[in-house]
Structures are given as structure tokens and as C-alpha cells.
RNA sequence: GGGCCUAUAGCUCAGUUGGUUAGAGCGCUGCCCUGAUAAGGCAGAGGUCACAGGUUCAAAUCCUGUUAGGCCCA
């Protein structure tokens, strides 16, 4: 690396490795050493031959600063990507930009004051859409700076544009394939309108604009006049309808039951009404049922509509089933006003009714209509209401309080509207949609058929077109007739036109001006007017990416790359991206175009609250990573918690991060090369086979092998989660364990611990670099490179790690975790006894089924770890030492004994303990007594512990057992004192600034004359522990220059110098 | 209003096919260990596993309902 702190020391390529590491100032170096070996574009070069293993990237728009959120997903398609690089398939990533929408729009309208689409339109639409185009990409260099220092590799120098003229003509192409096979057709949609304004309002705008209000909701008779019930022992029946909007009643087309739902015929002997059960106080008292029906039964019956105010294309004014029907409020019978509805809308398109209009742009009713002809729609409930009374079809009126959205503009109450719109009707491919949806692999799996399956199961036709200026223009030319032409690009147009566009800017004004004659009937065609949703613009970039299929090379490229392995972005895309993706590939391809998708929770503040400026809890994305380390936050996003639920981010869960996980593996590897260094050891040098070494490196190798198979695993499963346990407890182990166990040996130089260490951290140097790409980018430079040269030149170039099943030895396994185990309990047997660890003690005994598990080797570790004298069988402290006890073991018992389980139990546990082990251990089974009866049980079936009855500290848990013999002898007295001795002196050695090989000479005076004796027969011990080259029990010749100091608690006074 | 997700220690979260005494980290207290470490270890305090029912010999785990929060949609 160019300007690293370390250096090579002498001859030895190892070099020095501090300590102590600033993360995020190794990453600046990190990214000027990729950027100054195009280490990225040569991962790309060396896999360019290698099986294609594609990566989607969905476009941000850039009229917005990138935010701490923005990281998570990116972290996901950087870490995949990555890893399958390591595994040697060939994985482009195409960065992109998403150009148009609304949000532009409001943003650009915003800055230059306006108020509508009547200002824009006045300022011109060349200019404004000039202004979306520079707002649009105004954060390019905010999002590639994030992206650059987070360490995430995607190609920002060739983004794809979802403005650019390659893409709209793309995008052209694929509404031409799906309007030619019919599903592109104009269709009446509803709209939150203000007619006020002229304009309709987006969801966002609507919902600003709620208020409550106290509308008229009235219960009207609708009599029937048709079905079993239209004619009552010569009484009227007719339907109960409710409604909050009297003013559609003019237009009311049907009524809606819930098929599901039972309906009552009641009367109060003067007339009959049908309502849903459920409601049928809502007619208050006097009411007796004579008849009922299933809602579904009810279907087509006829009515009498309440106003004959317009004229209206029969059949229509029937019974028809929606499920959207509640038994909430009102009847449980809908009125259904096709224009004025979306349900409405969908409900009555599904029976073919028409849809009639009353209601002028402006919001009042059409002059010609008798009553209310000429008044806006609101105002016309009252006389409505009025006519309803007099002549008697009036059930009932109350005013009814509910929040109702108003223009967030003018306050005008908006009118839910139908305007003509054009729909591509996904509900056609619905089953493709559910064929390809059920070949898809949602992480985590929930979403599939949950929250996303609902969506397409209940799909809907998809309103692409928008009325608006700065989109993709919907490109669809028609003439007074009707005869639509559907132009797939500026070429095709171009030819239309009789004159060369290529050059045209494929967007609104320009393309609005190009006529030319109908096709079919010669008169003028002229564009439509709409632009299309920007959904539609990022679905399509599977293809438009590549300008496919127009562009050069856009057909090879797209084969290539159709459909991707891997996408990921939040939960809130599902009915975005995830979506426009599936519908769009299938409409046009008949398969959808992916087939992984990883789908994240949402990033909160530390608190668990969404970050806002209004709570000002922001975390800048960058200075968070310039505090705590981009492999911090990427380690975070990854792997800590659950990537599909909401998370909090912060300092605290930060540095936990770089503190446990990335500081532990660092200081393994410098401690790696410290020792390495000071041996002069190299990898080249051969090693022990592994068979002959020592019990710690032979499990480390098995373990080492076992993290590759199941990181592979779980990177393979895109689990992240799992990823970050098994990582950071390996590290964990590795650094505590392994490293902690085997320090002497490291020492000494041995080279079987040398080279099983340094091929670990190979190893896991490789697995973490997808997660971790700094860090281990920099040991691989400093640790590996410089011993090793001709390992690959940066560690993202080498090849992820492969394991060797037989290598793994879960036998070895189980007994390394008992030692542990035995440790564990061993160290609190000291605590309890209060005799410290550095006191020597004569012996640990460990319960027999513990020390069945253990070896002479790992024995001495652990009465090395204990600093005990020998680690023996409980039982050599003599039979009548050990008592015994004995429980059931449920969960074994359970498939046995079902229901007599807690007994059989009982009855273990009431048994003599000390006979049950004897018999277990002599025979395998024993007989324990149950209601009366001899019940034979096996050892799987009991769990026996024992411990010794007195004189020991004893901790005994969950059947393992381990007591300290307490005797301190003389002899241990005075080990113990010298062990405070080296302790002590170590200490004065690190104080004064000695590197850990340095060598010394030292002088030691003692006040105490227990010590004395100690000192006199451990000198050597002593000596050889802190690197003493000369020992000297008595005070220094009174010239020299030395570092001295006192320890009171021994009565030790010692001077040392460097020898 | 509908759908989905979530609810476990003060905080952040694990918890496999239901099974013995529900775990970890952070924080707190005490002690210990240290020739790489910003570490590490042992112990202590801290839990009505949101609530209410149900299934089962046995429920944090399975079922139903309720409450609260989040997301999406109306």
C-alpha cells in the first residue's frame, strides 16, 4: 500500500503490524489503494470468462441527498455481489438513476413558486421540464461519494438514465409489445380531484388535506322489482341503502352486497326492508324478520333507482357482490356510483355497467339535469335530500362526522372522479403473475405469499398514464377515430412523420408537436396527452438499461443478463419495484426478471424511531462512517439483527461492532505477525502435518473448515444474519481461545501453532471480505502479500476459501467444548473458594462423564488454564467422596412415556441416586420403581451429576462437575509467590515501553522472608518467564540508570534495564 | 377499515422439530486474568417471555382473540 504506516523490519518480509488501528483512516487508504490499482475493474476482467451471475440495480433519483438508509440496501448488493466475484462467476453491476416522477415535479414547482399545473403550463413546458432534467441528477455526486466511501463496487462511470433518449425508446418498445397484444387500453380511472384547481391530486397531497366535516349520511328505500321477495302480501320491499354522498345517488348504477354476508327481509307490517343481519338495529325497534338470504343469492335482483333525474343505458339498477362490503356502518348494501368510486368502479366494470357522468369538470351538475342542474356537487345535497323526503323514499337522515380530504391548495373538498386514464391490464397475466411469483425466492420467505402474494391475488390493472409533463411520454398517436398507433421508437416515428427524429428529445414539449397522418384512415394522429407512471421507467430497466432491443450489442447483453439472480431493496417497494419488475417481465416476456430478492427493514434512529429532521435524530451517512468505519456500518446493515425488520443504528451498536468483531480479528492478525516476525517463520517453510500437531491447532484447522462450509452456506442463502454469528463467534474463539491457549507456543516459535494460525486467518481474511472489504483488504496487503507474494493482489481478486468435509471432526469438536466447559467451572470454583488464579493449587477432579471426553492433552490445558497441578477423575477422590444425583431427562422420557413423563421422572428423582449410577454404569439400564411397577430406564434417559461431600469448592451445573483440591502446601505457597513476582515484573516491563522481546536485567530485594525463600528457589523460573538474561537477588550497583519500583502487598522492590 | 410484520432483562437482540433451571451483548456491582487486544473470565443484581383464553404429560415456541408499535394499502 502506498503511505502505509507499517514497514518491514530487517531482513524479514513480516512487517510490523501496530496494535492499535484507526479504522476509518485505513479505509481513505484502502480506497486510494483500489483506486490507484483498478481493483475493481480488474475483478471484473478476471471473472469477465466466468459463468454470468447477474445483480439488478435499482435506480435511486438523485433530486434528493442520499441518507444513512440508503446504505443498507447498498450493503446488500455489495456483499453478493462480491462474494460470487470471490467464487468466480462474472457479475456486472450497472449503476442507475431514476429521472422522472411526480416528486421532481413538486420539487422543481416548489423552488419556482408555483401552484399548479396552470403556472407550469404558463411558464412553458420546454423550460420546466429543463429544470426537472438539472434537478434530477442536482445529488449525482452526493450518492457516488457515499457510494465510494461505503466501498460499494458498481459501475457509476456508465449509469443507466431513465431520461436518456436509449432508454425512453426502450421503454417505448415494451408498452408497443403490450399494446399490441391489447393490454395498453384507455379506460376511466378514479381520481382524487379538485375541481376547483382542474387538476388531480397525488396520494401524498391528498393526505395532507384531510378534514373532519359533518356530512348528510341518509338510509334510502330502493324497491325491488324483481326476485322472490319484490312482492310482499301487496306491502312494498325494497332495499336499505346508505350513503355519505347524496349527490351520487343522481348517478347510483347498482347495490353492492358482500356474497358472503346474511341478509333480513324485515317488516314493521307497513313495508319490508333488506338489510345486512348484523345491522339490522340500524332500523331500530319493531322490526321482525320474515325472510333471509345469503348475500350471493341476492345477485341481479332489480330496484327502482332513486332519482330519474338522467338518462341512463340499461340493464342496469341490480343487486351485484363485492367483497369489499362491510357490516361496519351503515346497511351492508352499497350504492354504486361507477364515476364517483373506485370500488364502485371495479365492481360495476366486473358486471359491464356503464358508467354515466352527471358532473362537470368543474364540479357542478350538468345544466340540462332537472333539480340540480348548474349547482356544485356538494351544495346539492340538501335539495337532494329535500326531493328524497317529499316523495317519501327517505328513510332516515343523520348527520354523520368524518374526516374527508380537501384540497390542500383552495380547501375545496375534493371529488373522487372518473377521468379517462390509460390501464395496462395486468389482471389478464394475473396467473403468470402467480406462476412466476411462486418460482421466486422472497428473503424472508413471509413476503411472498404474504404481503406480496396478497398483491397479485388480488391484482388490479395497473393506471400507467399520468397527466403531467416531466415522464416518459406515452407514446401512442391517434386520430379523431380512435385508430391508435403505438410507436415503439424515434426511428419508427421518424418513418410516421415522413421526416428524420433521431435527434428528437423524446419527451414532452418535442414529441408533442410530431403529427402525421392516420395509418388507417389518413386523417391527423396526434400524441396523446399523458406521460407514464416512473414505476413503469424502473420495471423496464432490466432491458432499457441496455437500450434493448435498438441499441448496438443491447440484444447480446440482455439475453446475457435475463432474468437476474439477485435484487434487494426495502419492504416499502413491494407494490414498487418488486413489482414493476415481475409485471413488466412478464407482460413483455412471459417471465419475470428475477429470481432472488432480498427484502429490507427499515433503518430507524438508535432509538428506534424514524429518523427525522423534525426530531432531529439525523445520522449524516458519511460522518457516521468517518466516526465508526464503513466495515462498522456495512457489519451493522448486514449483521446485526434481523436484516427484514426495522432497526435502529447508532454509536453504541457501532462500536460495539468495531470493538468486538473488527479490533479482535485485527489484533489476532498483528499478534500473528508480531510472532511470526519475531521466529522469522514463513508459510513457505512447511509445517507439521496436521496430524502431528497439537490438540488445539488440529481442532482450530476442524473449525476453520467447519466456518467455510457454513459462511458458504449462508451466503449461498443470502442470510446475513447467520453470517454475523458465526463470524464474530469465531473471531470471538479464535482470539480467547485459541490464540489465548497457545501463547506460549507462539513464544517459542513453534511452527505447527505459525502455521495453523496463519492459515485461519487466510481463511477468514477471504470469508469476511465480501462483509468487511477494508479491513481485510489491509491485512491481506500487510499480513499476507509481503510473506507470500504471489498470492492474488488484492483480496477481493483471490478465491473464496474451500473446505474439506472429512477435515471436520465433530468428535474433536465436543471434547475442545468440554475442556472449555471444565475451565469455565473450574474458574468458578476459584472465585467461590476465593483463591486466585495465579495461586497454584495441587489437583482439579472433574466429574466422569466429563472426563470421558478428555484426552491428556487437553487435560494439561486445562490444568494449565486452572494453574493446577493435575486435572483427575472425580472418582480417585475415593467412592464414599462422591454423592450422586439423578434426574429425569425430559425430553427423552417424553417420546417414551408421553403422559406418564412428569412420573417416570419423579420417580428417577426419588430414586437412590448412587444406585441408579451404579447400575447405569455396570449394565446401561437400571429399574426405577413407578406406581408399583419396575420401570427399566437407560443413561440417555437420566442425567446424573455428582460431587464430593466436603473440603473441596465444588460447582456443579447441568451434570458437569468440577471441585478444587484447597490444600495449599507450602510448596504452592511459595510457586504462588513467585508467580506475583513475574506478574509484577511484567507489568514494570510493559510500563516502561519494552517490546516483548526485549531481554532484561533485573535486581530484586525483598522485605518479606517468605519471599525471600521464594525468590531463592523459583530465581531461574522467574528469570526465564520475563525474559531476564541476568537475575540478581539483592540491590543494583548504586551508578546505574534503572526503571525501579515497589509492590508493598509482596514487599518486593525490583530495578530492571534493558540487558 | 383491510393485509402483513413485530412485542423475550434497564437498553439492543438470540432462542432450532414444543422438553430439564429462557440465553448473549451493552450498562451496573464485586472479584479475577493478561508477554497481541480498545480485550477476556467468574460471580451478583435484573424476566408475569405484551395481555386473555385454548391444545398438550409439557408452551417463549402451536391455535384463537385483545392491546400496542411499524410498514403497505384503502
Not at 407550469?120 to 457510494?147: P, Q
Not at 491485512?779 to 483480496?795: G, I, M
Amino acid at each position: 500500500m502506498a503511505d502505509t504506516p507499517t514497514t518491514a523490519t530487517g531482513s524479514t518480509p513480516w512487517r510490523h503490524i501496530p496494535a492499535q488501528v484507526d479504522l476509518p483512516a485505513l479505509e481513505r487508504d484502502v480506497l486510494d489503494h483500489w483506486d490507484g490499482q483498478d481493483t475493481f475493474a480488474k475483478s471484473l476482467e478476471q471473472t469477465a470468462g466466468g459463468k454470468p451471475w447477474t445483480f439488478f440495480e435499482g435506480p435511486p433519483t438523485a433530486n434528493g441527498m442520499p441518507g444513512t438508509h440508503h446504505i443498507e440496501a447498498r450493503v446488500f448488493k455489495d456483499v453478493f455481489p462480491r462474494y460470487r466475484t470471490m467464487k468466480g462467476y462474472s457479475v456486472e453491476r450497472k449503476a442507475g438513476w431514476d429521472c422522472h416522477g411526480l416528486p421532481v415535479e413538486v420539487a422543481v414547482e416548489k423552488e419556482l413558486g408555483f401552484n399548479g399545473k396552470k403556472d407550469i403550463e404558463a411558464f412553458g413546458i420546454a423550460e420546466f421540464n429543463a429544470k426537472c432534467r438539472e434537478s434530477v441528477l442536482r445529488h449525482v455526486d452526493a450518492f457516488a461519494d457515499l457510494t465510494t466511501r461505503m466501498g460499494y463496487w458498481v459501475d457509476m462511470e456508465h449509469p443507466y438514465r431513465t431520461m436518456d433518449p436509449e432508454y425512453v425508446q426502450s421503454v417505448w418498445w415494451s408498452l408497443k409489445q403490450i399494446h399490441d397484444k391489447g393490454q395498453l387500453v384507455e379506460d376511466y380511472r378514479i381520481t382524487p380531484y379538485c375541481p376547483r384547481c382542474g387538476t388531480g391530486l397525488s396520494d401524498h397531497e391528498l393526505a395532507q388535506g384531510y378534514e373532519t366535516v359533518v356530512d348528510p349520511s341518509v338510509y334510502v328505500r330502493f324497491p325491488l322489482t324483481s326476485g322472490p321477495v319484490a312482492e310482499k302480501a301487496g306491502k312494498p320491499v325494497s332495499l336499505l341503502v346508505w350513503t355519505t354522498t347524496p349527490w351520487t345517488l343522481v348517478s347510483n348504477t347498482a347495490v353492492a352486497v358482500h356474497p358472503d354476508v346474511d341478509y333480513v327481509v324485515a317488516t314493521d307490517g307497513n313495508e319490508s326492508l333488506v338489510v345486512a343481519e348484523p345491522l339490522l338495529s340500524a332500523l331500530g325497534e319493531g322490526w321482525t324478520v320474515t325472510d333471509r338470504y345469503v348475500g350471493r343469492d341476492m345477485e341481479r335482483w332489480n330496484y327502482q333507482r332513486p332519482f330519474e333525474l338522467v338518462e341512463f343505458p340499461e340493464p342496469a339498477h341490480y343487486v351485484v357482490l363485492a367483497d369489499y362490503v362491510t357490516t361496519e356502518d351503515g346497511t351492508g348494501l352499497v350504492h354504486q356510483s361507477p364515476a364517483f368510486g373506485a370500488d364502485d368502479l371495479i365492481v360495476c366494470r366486473a358486471y359491464d355497467l356503464p358508467v354515466v357522468n352527471p358532473v362537470e369538470s368543474d364540479g357542478t351538475f350538468q345544466a340540462d339535469v332537472p333539480l340540480v342542474g348548474g349547482q356544485f356537487f356538494k351544495k346539492a345535497d340538501e335539495d337532494l335530500v329535500n326531493d328524497l323526503r317529499d316523495r317519501g323514499v327517505l328513510f332516515r337522515h343523520v348527520p354523520y362526522e368524518h374526516p374527508y380530504p380537501h384540497c390542500w391548495r383552495c380547501h375545496t373538498p375534493v371529488m373522487y372522479y372518473a377521468l379517462p386514464s390509460w390501464y395496462i391490464r395486468t389482471t389478464q397475466v394475473k396467473d403468470a403473475l402467480l406462476r412466476e411469483n411462486e418460482k421466486t425466492n422472497w428473503y424472508p420467505e413471509s413476503v411472498k405469499w404474504g404481503r406480496y402474494g396478497d398483491w397479485l391475488r388480488n391484482n388490479i390493472d395497473w393506471a400507467v398514464s399520468r397527466s403531467r409533463f416531466w415522464g416518459t411520454p406515452l407514446p401512442i398517436w391517434r386520430c379523431a377515430d380512435d385508430h391508435q398507433v403505438c410507436v415503439g421508437s424515434l426511428a419508427e416515428l421518424g418513418e410516421l412523420a415522413g421526416r428524420d427524429l433521431s435527434a428528437t428529445d423524446p419527451h414532452r414539449p418535442f414529441v408533442d408537436d410530431i403529427t402525421f397522418a392516420c395509418p388507417t384512415c389518413g386523417e391527423e394522429s396526434t400524441r396523446v396527452a399523458e406521460v407514464i407512471d416512473a414505476w413503469y421507467d424502473s420495471g423496464s430497466m432490466p432491458f432499457a438499461q441496455w437500450g434493448y432491443p435498438w441499441a448496438e450489442g443491447s440484444k447480446e447483453k440482455f439475453e446475457k443478463s435475463y432474468p437476474a439472480d439477485f435484487i434487494s431493496e426495502a419492504i416499502d417497494q413491494t407494490r414498487g419495484w418488486f413489482y414493476t419488475l415481475m409485471a413488466i417481465g412478464t407482460l413483455v416476456f412471459d417471465e419475470s426478471s428475477y429470481r432472488n430478492v432480498a427484502c429490507l427493514g427499515h433503518i430507524m434512529a438508535e432509538d428506534g424511531r424514524k429518523m427525522s429532521k423534525h426530531l432531529g435524530n439525523i445520522l449524516e451517512p458519511i460522518p457516521l462512517m468517518d466516526d465508526h468505519s464503513a466495515d462498522a456500518v456495512r457489519w451493522f446493515m448486514a449483521c446485526s439483527g434481523s436484516p427484514w425488520k426495522a432497526r435502529g443504528i447508532g454509536p453504541n451498536v457501532l462500536n460495539e461492532i468495531v470493538r468486538k468483531v473488527l479490533l479482535t480479528y485485527w489484533n489476532t492478525a498483528a499478534f500473528h505477525a508480531l510472532y511470526a516476525r519475531l521466529a522469522d517463520w514463513s508459510p513457505s517453510a512447511g509445517a507439521p502435518p496436521v496430524a502431528e500437531r497439537s490438540v488445539l491447532d488440529r481442532w482450530l484447522v476442524s473449525e476453520t473448515h467447519r466456518l467455510v462450509r457454513d459462511t458458504d452456506e449462508a451466503y449461498a442463502a443470502y442470510d446475513t444474519q447467520k453470517l454475523g454469528v458465526l463470524i464474530s463467534q469465531f473471531v470471538d474463539v479464535l482470539s480467547n481461545w485459541y490464540v489465548r491457549r497457545s501463547r506460549r507456543r507462539f513464544w517459542a516459535g513453534d511452527a505447527g501453532a505459525l502455521a495453523t494460525l496463519h492459515e485461519t486467518l487466510d481463511v477468514l481474511t477471504r470469508l469476511m471480505a465480501p462483509l468487511t472489504p477494508f479491513v481485510t483488504e489491509r491485512v491481506w496487503q500487510d499480513v499476507f502479500r509481503p510473506v507470500t507474494p504471489e498470492l492474488a493482489e488484492s483480496v477481493h481478486l483471490a478465491a473464496f476459501p474451500q473446505y474439506d468435509e472429512t477435515v471436520i471432526d465433530d468428535r474433536l469438536a465436543t471434547h475442545v467444548s468440554m475442556a472449555r466447559r471444565v475451565v469455565e467451572l473450574g474458574r468458578s470454583a476459584r472465585a467461590e473458594a476465593k483463591v486466585r488464579t495465579r495461586q497454584p493449587l495441587g489437583r482439579a477432579l472433574v466429574g466422569s462423564a466429563a472426563i470421558a471426553d478428555l484426552d491428556d492433552e487437553l487435560l494439561r490445558e486445562i490444568a494449565e488454564e486452572l494453574n493446577v497441578g493435575s486435572v483427575e477423575p472425580l472418582s480417585s477422590a475415593g467412592a464414599d467422596l462422591v454423592e450422586f444425583s439423578a434426574k429425569g431427562n425430559f425430553r427423552q422420557l417424553g417420546k417414551r412415556f408421553a403422559k406418564q413423563t412428569p412420573v417416570v421422572a419423579g420417580a428417577i428423582a426419588a430414586a437412590d441416586a448412587a444406585a441408579l449410577a451404579a447400575s447405569l454404569k455396570a449394565s446401561g439400564t437400571a429399574t426405577v420403581v413407578v406406581d408399583g411397577a419396575d420401570v427399566e430406564v437407560s443413561a440417555d434417559e437420566v442425567l446424573l451429576s455428582e460431587r464430593p461431600r466436603e473440603g473441596w469448592s465444588v460447582v456443579n451445573e447441568q451434570g458437569e462437575t468440577v471441585a478444587l483440591d484447597l490444600e495449599i502446601t507450602p510448596e504452592l505457597k511459595q510457586a504462588g509467590l513467585a508467580r506475583e513476582v513475574v506478574r509484577t515484573l511484567q507489568e514494570a516491563r510493559k510500563n516502561s515501553g519494552l517490546e516483548v522481546s526485549d531481554r532484561i536485567t533485573v535486581w530484586l530485594t525483598s522485605t518479606d522472608p517468605e519471599l525471600s525463600d521464594a525468590l531463592g528457589k523459583h530465581a531461574d523460573e522467574i528469570a526465564r518467564e520475563i525474559l531476564a538474561t541476568d537475575l540478581t537477588v539483592s540491590m543494583p550497583p548504586a551508578t546505574s540508570s534503572l526503571t525501579t519500583g515497589t509492590e508493598d502487598d509482596l514487599g518486593l522492590t525490583y530495578w530492571l534495564t534493558k540487558a
